[in-house]
């Protein structure tokens, strides 16, 4: 069978949840072989395994960390060179989808970016996309070379599938021409303990209706009931009243979640478009005629200091 | 030498529109208004501000791929303070991909001259942020991109310097001149025309090229040499209209009872 490249998306060998999602898809057109640059691929190594991934190769090499993006092309294309495979690929994460186009300039191949789903096709992987803040969905395909595509996480659900995951070392140059934009300092961020936001189950986001960085707990609070990720609207970003990390949307991250609850947020096309594609949408809006209702399964008209404390106290509740 | 920077900007369908498909499965862009990607008027604003930061010792070419009527967006870029336009504008242009749409911004940017390229983080309609990226490889130039700050120190033979905020990590970078960057929506607001700039726009020269004028073949670029195809686009059904109800004092119970009903709880 056709072997399929999966770009490991990992930090120091912890491999985060899409790029599970991305084996279980690439079983779909082919065998998974995973690229895990950087430290870690011994740790890494099983869990690629477990979810299907025939061999993992790997490289580590300082340029990776002290220059930007261009040297995990050097790499990926190295492993492209060794394989031959029917497609590659990577998580649509920012990183992701500059190392799949600048390998696809490379290889002279089309990419396909922000894929929600994968299947075979008589003529190569159909990916199916969301567009126009997810008011269209696409299926396309690549015409030209080995096809690059990125796919948005929360697009499958994980499978386990034992294979061999045979960790082999991978021979990679980096050019001097990939030592062009040096990264002069990282400051990794500051873990919140809860869950990442594009990977969450559960998203509790407040807006402008949320009036000040002080009243964000009420936000949080309902999340930790949950067990949920935290976002934010553009509105409440800009006002300074939360990280813009954690801003959903078309220039925040865009989720997809089990559930969205969305608190004093109005739904302007634009945050739309970060979290349209959710499987179960509630609001919490005092404003009766607010966009944000047009989407939802449950909608509370109400204030939410009234209805926000109340909701988390009955989930605590229940959860005993 | 003054620094010549050339800022790319997309004339896209108004997102707050209706925007659709046309028949070929391309974007329609003769029904639906459109505009300056508001993604790229943040790449207009620091090419302006780098050039106030210089003295004024820099000169701002915008350039657009597109249609006829992307002219208006490079109007737009022009009253904000670019100096000059450039707009590749062909017939067989039309459905061109990412792919093809970088190989012509990289002839364009190299025809005109460069020390520094600014894009957007995202244009609104496509969304995939990879042009910069693109552009990068194909010029072989170092790509500072997603930046939430930048500036140049130093001139055409200088660097630059940008605060990229990624998803795990906030990362301080710099590259030596010349370079592609790209700067996201938190990179300070963009100015307003003001009405002596939309004066000063219509006398501020536009130069019009074509495929031939870039030495681009019609069938690198366009639906046929597309390196992807769309091959069907389905208007997402309208979501099932949801319960509202008005909260009386019990609009967290109901709410929990019904997420406790979907097994959320
Ligand atoms: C290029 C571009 C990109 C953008 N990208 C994004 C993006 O990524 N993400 C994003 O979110 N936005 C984005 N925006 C901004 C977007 O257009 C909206 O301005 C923004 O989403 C509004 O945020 P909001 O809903 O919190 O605020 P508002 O629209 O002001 O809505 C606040 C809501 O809170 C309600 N409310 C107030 N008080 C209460 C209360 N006590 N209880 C209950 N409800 C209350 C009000 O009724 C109102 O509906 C973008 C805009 C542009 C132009
Ligand atoms: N047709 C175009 N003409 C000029 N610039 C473009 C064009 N398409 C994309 N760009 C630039 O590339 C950036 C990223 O676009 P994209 O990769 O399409 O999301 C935009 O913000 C623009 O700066």
């Known amino acids: 069978m056709a072997e399929v490249l999966v770009y490991v998306d990992h930090v120091d060998g912890a491999v985060r949840k899409p790029t599970l999602e991305l084996l279980t898809l690439a079983r779909r057109i082919g065998e998974p072989v995973a690229v895990h640059l950087g430290p870690g691929a011994d740790t890494a190594a099983a869990t690629l395994a477990e979810h299907g991934a025939v061999k993992v190769l790997t490289a580590d090499a300082p340029e990776f960390a002290d220059y930007l993006v261009a040297p995990k092309v050097d790499a990926l294309q190295a492993a492209y060179e060794a394989v031959s495979p029917a497609a590659v690929l990577l998580p649509s994460s920012t990183e992701g989808k500059e190392i799949g186009a600048r390998l696809a300039v490379r290889i002279g191949s089309g990419i396909i970016t922000d894929a929600v789903d994968l299947e075979a096709g008589d003529e190569g992987p159909v990916a199916t996309q969301s567009v126009f803040a997810a008011s269209y969905t696409t299926k396309s395909r690549i015409t030209k070379g080995t096809p690059v595509i990125t796919v948005k996480p929360n697009s499958a659900a994980p499978e386990a599938a034992p294979a061999a995951g045979t960790v082999e070392q991978l021979a990679v140059t980096v050019a001097d021409a990939s030592k062009g934009t040096k990264v002069v300092s990282r400051t990794p961020r500051e873990s919140t303990g809860r869950p990442d936001l594009t990977e969450a189950a559960i998203v509790v986001s407040g807006g402008r209706g949320v009036n000040g960085a002080e009243n964000f707990p009420v936000i949080e609070a309902l999340a930790d009931s949950l067990g949920a990720a935290v976002g934010a609207s553009r509105a409440a970003v800009d006002a300074g009243w939360y990280p813009h990390t954690n801003q959903v949307g078309q220039t925040g991250k865009s989720v997809s979640p089990q559930l969205y609850i969305a608190a004093g947020i109005s739904g302007a096309i634009q945050h739309r478009a970060g979290m349209q594609t959710s499987k179960t949408i509630v609001a919490i809006n005092k404003d009766a005629e607010a966009p944000i209702f047009d989407l939802v399964d449950y909608g509370v008209v109400g204030d939410l200091f009234e209805v926000v404390p109340a909701l988390t106290d009955e989930v605590k509740t229940r959860k005993g | ?265």
Not at chain 2, 25 to 45: I, K, Q
Not at chain 2, 103 to 122: P, S
Request: proline fraction near 3%; aromatic fraction near 4%; glycine fraction near 10%.
């Open chain 2, 1 to 265: 030498m003054s620094l010549r920077i050339v800022v790319c900007v997309k004339y896209v369908p108004d997102a707050t529109g209706d925007r659709h498909f046309a028949e070929d499965l391309t974007v329609d862009r003769d029904d639906v208004d459109g505009l300056l990607s508001e993604l790229d008027e943040y790449a207009v604003e620091q090419a302006l501000q780098i050039k106030e930061a210089a003295d004024g010792d820099a000169e701002i070419t915008v350039l657009t791929v597109g249609p006829e009527d992307a002219n208006d967006a490079l109007r737009k870029a022009l009253s904000m303070g670019a100096d000059k336009g450039v707009h590749v504008e062909d017939d067989d242009l039309h459905g061109t991909d990412a792919l093809g749409t970088s190989l012509v911004l990289a002839k364009a940017v190299e025809k005109t001259g460069y020390d520094l390229v600014v894009c957007g983080m995202a244009s609104t309609d496509g969304t995939m942020g990879v042009l910069p990226a693109l552009l990068a490889e194909r010029l072989g130039v170092p790509q500072v991109t997603q930046l939430s700050e930048v500036s140049v120190d130093g001139g055409p033979d200088g660097t630059v310097k940008g605060r990229r905020d990624g998803d795990t990590a906030t990362e301080h970078l710099e590259a030596s001149l010349p370079a592609v960057v790209s700067v996201t929506d938190q990179s300070g607001e963009a100015r307003y025309p003001s009405f002596k700039g939309i004066m000063a726009a219509k006398k501020k020269p536009v130069e019009s090229l074509e495929l031939d004028d870039l030495d681009i073949e019609a069938d690198e670029v366009g639906l046929a040499g597309a390196w992807t195809k769309v091959e069907e686009a389905a208007e997402r059904p309208a979501r099932t209209a949801g319960t509202i109800v008005k909260d009386e004092g019990e609009g967290g119970k109901q709410l929990a009872e019904f997420l406790a009903g979907q097994k959320f709880i």
